[in-house]
């Protein structure tokens, strides 16, 4: 069926019990209040529900309103007018209790509430409740109309009340849709008529600590659009079953980015569309995935995942009326070569899909726990791609795949730090650019710069470099306990004399590859061991010409050159010097 007409300078009102119900056949209201903001209006809603068990349900087919004010404001006395306004006890929207006049319904269709400005009192109990187990859709009138999670009542933009979707007592939106989807503009000229629906261009603002139950979708993906994450922000299920049947995915797709200062407690989100992602709160997320066109900058309290998530988190896609028909998921990290940056302040950081950031700096930190690609080691993927890389840990981290970095820098301060790249690699200093979203919406930005290798723990503190291709260089030094490098055609400069290695073992596969390694201190030629190399001995190059230097530096006061392993240069020159101590030799030296 189809409701229209008028009553008062309501455009619709359903009320008094009235019952608009069907089986399969969807239901569209369009309502229009009239008479602008004059002081002898006491009302001009675009459509109204009141009274006790009103109800407007269905079992399977789709519920629309689209409501525009009729313009009347509390400025010419009495109170604001809304686009869709309810006030009474035990309405229904969708699904019904045995106790409604429609007698009990149980609705899978789509719900759409459409409207620049919208309330329902919900002040005790009995309130409207809108139910069902298909898609629910939060959209305005208009396209530039900004969304504001916070305290219903204004008019001057789309308000969502904070405690709408919490699943309590006073919740109006009860859990169990499929997804909720804010944002978007759609109007409708009659209940016939094919709705109009149009990209958003505003603003949402989470401006009070809210909670949704249903996997949730922001979409501000207009020109311009944009959200902004102000207060804290929870979506997960209200079970008290295990966290698993909790876990909700968040989706947040913009034109203009999106910022967050408050905290996201979420188990999945989903980052999509252009602009930066400035999401800074102590978030507490389990899996992350983007796919956008701007610099991402996420903190996380917890232990995180760079993973593949969908807009429902299920193992697969499926279906999905506002996505398309299926749901469509986000695999790892790619950020259009901009800057991605990723820092945990608890737990490990789990590279489960690639973090693709090509030309760009990429920053990976966790001082509580490691970075750790997943796969076997030498995989295809998981993978980082990218100009620079930072990783800062506090427990061995290991990036064993075929890696695509040009410079690195690391500090891992209890453990060791193994890295594998598929091209020429130079340590050195990458600039992280410290981006962090402020309570107001806005973003500071500051630089930090992360110099060389370290990773000096006794017990630990081996690094362990691959190359399948390329030369091995640096600008920056290299502190570590141990070193151990396999290069499969390049040569190796560690030249710097400010390097601080304790031990070496190095294998350099190209023919005439040259290693050359100089040390403050003294430099150890021994064993290695590490998940990337194995363990291996020694100096081997393919009649390369190897250098090692120990004290080298003009500061230098002390430091041995100690020969525990081989060094074997085929028929390539080996130059051997310490220029504060001795050169003594444990093992047979080829040369």
Same mark, same amino acid.
């Given at each position: 069926?189809?409701?229209?007409?008028?009553?008062?300078?309501?455009?619709?009102?359903?009320?008094?019990?009235?019952?608009?119900?069907?089986?399969?056949?969807?239901?569209?209201?369009?309502?229009?209040?009239?008479?602008?903001?004059? %002081?002898?209006?006491?009302?001009?809603?675009?459509?109204?529900?009141?009274?006790?068990?009103?109800?407007?349900?269905?079992?399977?087919?789709?519920?629309?309103?689209?409501?525009?004010?009729?313009?009347?404001?509390?400025?010419?006395?009495?109170?604001?007018?809304?686009? @869709?306004?309810?006030? $009474?006890?035990?309405?229904?929207?969708?699904?019904?209790?045995?106790?409604?006049?429609?007698?009990?319904?149980?609705?899978?269709?789509?719900?759409?509430?459409?409207?620049?400005?919208?309330?329902?009192? =919900?002040? +005790?109990?009995?309130?409207?409740?809108?139910?069902?187990?298909?898609?629910?859709?939060?959209? *305005?009138?208009?396209?530039?109309?900004?969304?504001?999670?916070?305290?219903?009542?204004?008019?001057?933009?789309?308000?969502?009340?904070?405690?709408?979707?919490?699943?309590?007592? *006073?919740?109006?939106?009860?859990?169990?849709?499929?997804? @909720?989807?804010?944002?978007?503009?759609?109007?409708?000229?009659?209940?016939? /008529?094919?709705?109009?629906?149009?990209?958003?261009?505003?603003?949402?603002?989470?401006?009070?600590?809210?909670?949704?139950?249903?996997?949730?979708?922001?979409?501000?993906?207009?020109?311009?659009?944009?959200?902004?994450?102000?207060?804290?922000?929870?979506?997960?299920? #209200? &079970?008290?079953?295990?966290?698993?049947?909790? /876990?909700?995915?968040?989706?947040?797709?913009? !034109?203009?980015?999106?910022?967050?200062?408050?905290?996201?407690?979420?188990?999945?989100?989903?980052?999509?569309?252009?602009?930066?992602?400035?999401?800074?709160? /102590?978030?507490?997320?389990?899996?992350?995935?983007?796919?956008?066109?701007?610099?991402?900058?996420?903190? =996380?309290?917890?232990?995180?995942?760079?993973?593949?998530?969908?807009?429902?988190?299920?193992?697969?896609?499926?279906?999905? $009326?506002?996505?398309? %028909?299926?749901?469509?998921?986000?695999?790892?990290?790619?950020?259009?070569?901009?800057?991605?940056?990723?820092?945990?302040?608890?737990?490990?950081?789990? @590279? #489960? =899909?690639?973090?693709?950031?090509?030309?760009?700096?990429?920053?990976?930190?966790?001082?509580?726990?490691?970075?750790?690609?997943?796969? /076997?080691?030498?995989?295809?993927?998981?993978?980082?791609?990218?100009?620079?890389?930072?990783?800062?840990?506090?427990?061995?981290?290991?990036?064993?795949? =075929?890696?695509?970095?040009?410079?690195?820098?690391?500090?891992?301060?209890?453990?060791?730090?193994?890295?594998?790249?598929?091209? $020429?690699?130079?340590?050195?200093?990458?600039?992280?650019?410290?981006?962090?979203?402020?309570?107001?919406?806005?973003? *500071?930005?500051?630089?930090?710069?992360?110099?060389?290798?370290?990773?000096?723990?006794?017990?630990?503190?081996?690094?362990?470099? !691959?190359?399948?291709?390329?030369?091995?260089? !640096?600008?920056?030094?290299?502190?570590?306990?141990?070193?151990?490098?396999?290069?499969?055609?390049?040569?190796?400069?560690?030249?710097?004399?400010? #390097?601080?290695?304790?031990?070496?073992?190095?294998?350099?596969?190209? +023919?005439?590859?040259?290693?050359?390694?100089?040390?403050?201190?003294?430099?150890?030629?021994?064993?290695?061991?590490?998940?990337?190399?194995? &363990?291996?001995?020694?100096?081997?190059?393919?009649?390369?010409?190897?250098?090692?230097?120990?004290?080298?530096?003009?500061?230098?006061?002390?430091?041995?050159?100690?020969?525990?392993?081989?060094?074997?240069?085929?028929?390539?020159?080996?130059?051997?010097? +310490?220029?504060?101590?001795?050169?003594?030799?444990?093992?047979?030296?080829?040369?």
């Amino acid at each position: 069926p189809a409701v229209t007409g008028a009553s008062r300078y309501d455009g619709v009102v359903i009320s008094s019990a009235a019952l608009i119900q069907s089986g399969s056949g969807n239901i569209t209201t369009v309502g229009k209040g009239s008479g602008g903001d004059q %002081s002898y209006l006491v009302e001009n809603h675009g459509i109204k529900l009141e009274n006790a068990k009103t109800s407007i349900v269905s079992t399977s087919g789709n519920i629309s309103f689209y409501g525009s004010s009729g313009g009347k404001t509390s400025d010419t006395g009495c109170a604001n007018s809304f686009g @869709i306004y309810s006030a $009474g006890d035990s309405i229904y929207i969708g699904s019904a209790p045995t106790t409604a006049v429609s007698g009990g319904v149980t609705a899978s269709g789509i719900v759409t509430l459409a409207a620049d400005s919208m309330q329902f009192i =919900n002040s +005790s109990n009995l309130h409207l409740n809108v139910a069902s187990s298909g898609e629910l859709r939060v959209h *305005t009138e208009t396209a530039g109309r900004n969304i504001t999670f916070g305290t219903p009542g204004g008019v001057d933009k789309l308000y969502l009340g904070s405690n709408w979707f919490n699943g309590a007592s *006073t919740s109006v939106f009860q859990p169990g849709f499929t997804d @909720i989807v804010f944002g978007h503009a759609a109007s409708a000229a009659s209940a016939t /008529a094919t709705p109009v629906v149009s990209a958003s261009t505003g603003t949402l603002t989470v401006a009070s600590a809210t909670t949704l139950r249903d996997h949730a979708i922001l979409e501000m993906d207009g020109t311009g659009g944009n959200v902004k994450v102000n207060a804290a922000l929870t979506v997960k299920g #209200n &079970s008290s079953a295990p966290s698993a049947d909790n /876990a909700r995915t968040l989706t947040v797709h913009t !034109q203009a980015g999106a910022t967050g200062a408050g905290t996201l407690d979420v188990n999945s989100v989903q980052l999509l569309g252009s602009g930066d992602k400035v999401l800074t709160g /102590a978030n507490l997320v389990s899996k992350l995935a983007a796919s956008i066109d701007g610099h991402l900058a996420f903190n =996380n309290a917890q232990a995180l995942a760079v993973d593949t998530v969908n807009a429902r988190d299920t193992a697969s896609a499926g279906p999905n $009326g506002w996505l398309g %028909s299926t749901t469509p998921s986000t695999v790892g990290i790619n950020t259009t070569g901009h800057d991605a940056s990723l820092a945990l302040s608890a737990g490990d950081l789990a @590279i #489960n =899909n690639s973090i693709t950031a090509t030309g760009a700096t990429v920053s990976l930190t966790t001082p509580a726990g490691k970075v750790q690609e997943a796969g /076997a080691t030498g995989a295809a993927t998981p993978v980082i791609t990218a100009d620079k890389l930072y990783v800062g840990a506090r427990d061995s981290s290991l990036l064993n795949n =075929n890696n695509v970095v040009a410079t690195l820098a690391a500090s891992v301060t209890a453990g060791n730090l193994e890295f594998r790249d598929t091209r $020429g690699l130079d340590v050195g200093r990458v600039t992280v650019t410290n981006r962090v979203a402020q309570s107001d919406g806005s973003v *500071t930005a500051t630089t930090t710069n992360r110099d060389g290798i370290s990773a000096t723990q006794a017990s630990t503190g081996n690094v362990a470099l !691959q190359l399948t291709a390329g030369n091995l260089t !640096q600008s920056q030094d290299i502190a570590a306990t141990g070193l151990q490098l396999n290069l499969a055609s390049g040569s190796a400069t560690l030249s710097r004399t400010t #390097n601080d290695i304790g031990t070496l073992s190095a294998t350099l596969g190209g +023919s005439g590859s040259n290693l050359n390694v100089a040390d403050r201190n003294g430099l150890t030629v021994g064993t290695r061991s590490s998940t990337l190399l194995g &363990s291996t001995s020694g100096v081997i190059t393919n009649n390369g010409n190897v250098t090692l230097a120990a004290s080298a530096d003009g500061a230098s006061t002390t430091g041995n050159l100690q020969l525990d392993q081989f060094v074997n240069a085929g028929t390539a020159v080996v130059d051997l010097a +310490s220029s504060k101590g001795a050169i003594t030799e444990n093992a047979a030296v080829p040369a």
